[in-house]
């Protein structure tokens, strides 16, 4: 699929281009947080690759809100095998709800560290009894003072075991409908009381945790929107995972990634993506993706467009895209 954004996108499509070629030789192998990756983030955000309209006093580029130039970019470094910015729920969840909710003293002393990779946060939503019925939560929220305090468990919490913050969905008002009961709180993660214990996979490895969490107190400002509003909040957090699943950008780059290894891989003397069976999956996959980059492109005409309302779309996008990620991550094991 090629798409044309008009002649006064290419001059913009070519500064993009060149700046990935004066830097195709930068590798980055060290952990999150590492001074490397770091120093590359703030790279990205002062050449206004990463966090474009993100305003300036809060650490972004502080460009304008120009949806195509934002799409070049994400097509642009989807291509090449250059380092991306860093993502991960502070970045592309968090942020964006501060931006929208948050109060100026939270933007100033959270957005800055997270967009450069310095402060890592996880998500402290699902419960033992809570997961798909989120607003079942138990875990309590108290205010004594100038502190909240709290007490419950949280399960599936992605990070937890590298994370400083959490941003965190707890029950403040018992009495409340389970809906409106629920206050969104910025929780320090080096807070007493908490206990992390990693779940171990198959595979050996412990990408989720338990958060086990007694007595813990947090400064009472650490509440996004008003108390008891939370569900409004969370939602609103959501909304913005949902965009960054839906990215097909993200989806291209591994299947360019698979298409060159099936290239070089053989079977019985035969290369892989010449063997028909691969090859068909192959070509389903490719199709699909096209399909999504074309309901994406209706989710950027939207936005473009105002008055048009593409929710529906968004959802329809993530679907495709949490699909064609599972179809395609089974086609590189197959083969």
Not at 78 to 84: D, L, Q
Not at 118 to 134: A, F, V
Not at 232 to 253: I, W
């Given at each position: ?253 591994r299947l360019n990634s698979l298409i060159d290894l099936m290239k070089t891989e053989t079977i019985d003397g035969q290369r892989v993506i010449d063997k028909p069976i691969f ?57």
């Open positions: 699929m090629d798409l044309e954004y008009g002649p006064e996108y290419d001059d913009f499509r070519s500064e993009v281009t060149n700046f990935i070629k004066e830097n195709e030789d930068v590798k980055l192998s060290g952990p999150m947080r590492d001074e490397s990756r770091v120093n590359w983030q703030q790279k990205l955000i002062d050449n206004g690759y990463f966090a474009r309209s993100v305003p300036k006093e809060y650490g972004g580029y502080g460009g304008d809100m120009d949806i195509i130039k934002l799409r070049i970019i994400a097509e642009e470094f989807a291509k090449s095998p250059i380092p991306k910015a860093m993502g991960g729920q502070g970045i592309q969840m968090l942020v964006p709800t501060l931006l929208s909710l948050g109060t100026e003293e939270q933007k100033q002393a959270y957005i800055r560290p997270t967009l450069r990779g310095e402060m890592i946060w996880c998500q402290g939503y699902s419960e033992p009894n809570s997961g798909s019925d989120l607003a079942s939560l138990q875990t309590k929220g108290e205010l004594d003072g100038d502190e909240w305090v709290i007490n419950g468990q949280k399960i599936w919490t992605s990070t937890a075991q590298l994370a400083q913050m959490c941003f965190i969905l707890v029950r403040t008002e018992p009495d409340a409908p389970k809906h409106q009961g629920i206050s969104y709180l910025l929780m320090p993660m080096d807070s007493e009381g908490i206990d992390r214990r990693p779940i171990k996979q198959m595979t050996g490895d412990s990408d989720f945790n338990e958060l086990f969490l007694t007595d813990v107190r947090i400064p009472a400002g650490n509440i996004v929107g008003k108390r008891g509003e939370g569900w409004q909040v969370a939602n609103a957090t959501l909304g913005h995972e949902r965009g960054s699943l839906a990215d097909p950008n993200v989806t291209q780059n090859r068909d999956r192959l070509l389903s996959i490719q199709g699909r993706l096209m399909a999504q980059q074309s309901n994406a492109l209706r989710i950027l005409s939207s936005q473009i467009n105002d008055g048009q309302d593409a929710t529906l779309a968004k959802f329809i996008v993530k679907l495709q895209g949490t699909e064609l990620r599972h179809e395609l991550e089974g086609l590189a094991i197959d083969a």
